[in-house]
């Protein structure tokens, strides 16, 4: 069965520190991997994918497959980033989400 | 835009009692997931919908939810009679694409809390 785990319920950095938030995930077959985030009173939104390779409010993550890792990293936080992280990963036939318990990133003035 | 709406936002019942949410998707999204999120943990899936045929319900305790999407539009969970671990988030999302080689996008409402007592 595939699982997402996130060990980290909080994370606390200062403003213009670097983050990472860890994701590690046990998936047998070819995993698509996903970042979402909830800011305070918004619904859930997807902020990156793992194939776009892209870097979205200057958040990076890249998928490790021999660490089976999806970190999210970004090198300078802002307040503005202060929000629930979910990683989730999608099983690409059956397209069902498998989301992790979340991380609480507040950044710090 | 609206996004996918949801409702009601809030609803608090006492235990036994039935209960039902509403969704309705982005407009032209085949797809449409139900998903419960307890607190302190992510989504879960409960169901999805492929236009109007649920494709993926193992999930779904049947003995007490349902859900329909009798158009392939907008959708209803219910819940009878809803018990206390019921208390959660129910999210509703939608997605364009049906096709097995396409991974689309999942767009979130804003959820019901539901509240049993």
């Known amino acids: 069965a595939q699982r997402v785990t996130q060990p980290e319920k909080l994370l606390s950095v200062f403003k213009g520190a670097p983050v990472e938030l860890k994701c590690n995930y046990s998936?047998?077959?070819?995993?698509?991997l996903f970042w979402y985030v909830q800011y305070s009173r918004q619904r859930l939104q997807l902020l990156l994918r793992?194939?776009s390779r892209e870097s979205i409010k200057g958040f990076t993550a890249d998928l490790n497959k021999g660490e089976t890792s999806f970190h999210l990293k970004k090198p300078f936080a802002q307040e503005e980033d202060s929000a629930m992280y979910y990683c989730?990963?999608?099983?690409?036939?059956?397209?069902?989400?498998?989301f992790g318990s979340g991380t609480q990133l507040t950044v710090l003035p | 835009e609206a996004g996918v709406v949801q409702s009601p936002r809030y609803k608090i019942i006492e235990k036994k009692q039935p209960v039902a949410f509403w969704c309705n998707p982005i407009s032209g999204h085949n797809t449409l997931y139900w998903y419960r999120q307890n607190l302190g943990q992510g989504p879960e899936l409960l169901i999805r919908?492929?236009?109007?045929?649920?494709?993926?319900d193992s999930q779904l305790p049947k003995d007490r939810f349902s859900a329909e999407r009798l158009k392939g539009v907008d959708s209803t969970l219910k819940i009878q009679p809803a018990e206390l671990g019921d208390s959660a988030v129910y999210l509703c999302a939608s997605s364009l694409s049906n096709t097995l080689q396409d991974t689309d996008t999942q767009y979130f409402g804003p959820g019901t809390r539901l509240t049993v007592l």
């Open positions: 998936y047998s077959g070819s995993p698509e």
């Open positions: 989730a990963l999608i099983q690409r036939s059956a397209r069902q989400l498998t």
């Open positions: 919908y492929e236009n109007e045929e649920a494709v993926d």
């Open positions: 793992h194939i």
